[in-house]
């Protein structure tokens, strides 16, 4: 499996277009900075949520494969602005959320609560995704008839996806082009949510997960 189709299956997995893809496909590093610095202390965080999403099994899971510091380098580099800001911004949100539900930090959450904190988030982001492809269809089409009608003034406006769709993406990305993802990896079941591979498997099988 080729970077592309890589992206292509996550998208299909998280339901949205993968952020900041075509700027990796393509080599490009994002110029639009928004200031915001990650650090050791986020990288750490960043590796629990991706712990939770694809935990260790018979194999190694998302923190060994150090996926934390491939969101920070990603978001960085190949994100806009914006979206890096949703990012950012969703760390926050995701430990506020945590707070809310366990009385306590992420970092401070049991293996058991953050599953249940994540399960949340991500039904939550799924509603979302739904809401956004429907304003942006009706976008789209907005455009195409302004354009239709010589309405050089119409300017279309967007959803930025949610926070948790990011982080999901981003955990899948970086585990399955990580040492650890292709030489390693056994058929996966991220939490929450199943792995669909889209070739067929027998138990047992490892992934077949290579950079073209």
């Known amino acids: 499996m080729n970077r592309r189709e890589l992206l292509k299956m996550i998208a299909a997995l998280t339901g949205g277009v993968v952020a900041g893809g075509e700027a990796f496909l393509t080599g490009c590093t994002n110029t639009e900075k928004t200031g915001a610095v990650f650090t050791q202390k986020d990288i750490d965080f960043l590796n629990e949520v991706a712990e939770t999403i694809l935990p260790a099994t018979q194999t190694p899971g998302a923190k060994v494969a ?105 955990t899948l990305w970086g585990y399955f082009t990580s040492k650890e993802g292709m030489t390693e990896a056994l058929h996966f079941l991220p939490v929450p949510g199943r792995y669909e591979g889209c070739i067929d498997y027998k138990k047992g099988d490892k992934v077949q997960v290579g950079l073209g």
């Open 66 to 170: 150090n996926v934390g510091q491939f969101m920070t380098v990603i978001v960085n580099d190949c994100y806009d602005e914006k979206d890096q800001e949703t990012f950012h911004e969703g760390m926050k949100k995701l430990n506020d959320t945590c707070d809310k539900m366990h009385g306590h930090s992420f970092m401070k959450a049991t293996a058991q609560q953050r599953h249940a904190l994540l399960v949340s988030l991500d039904k939550e982001a799924k509603d979302y995704q739904k809401k956004r492809d429907d304003f942006n269809k009706n976008e789209d089409k907005k455009e195409q008839d302004a354009k239709a009608g010589g309405d050089k003034n119409f300017k279309k406006q967007t959803m930025d996806p949610h926070y948790f769709t990011l982080m999901k993406q981003l």
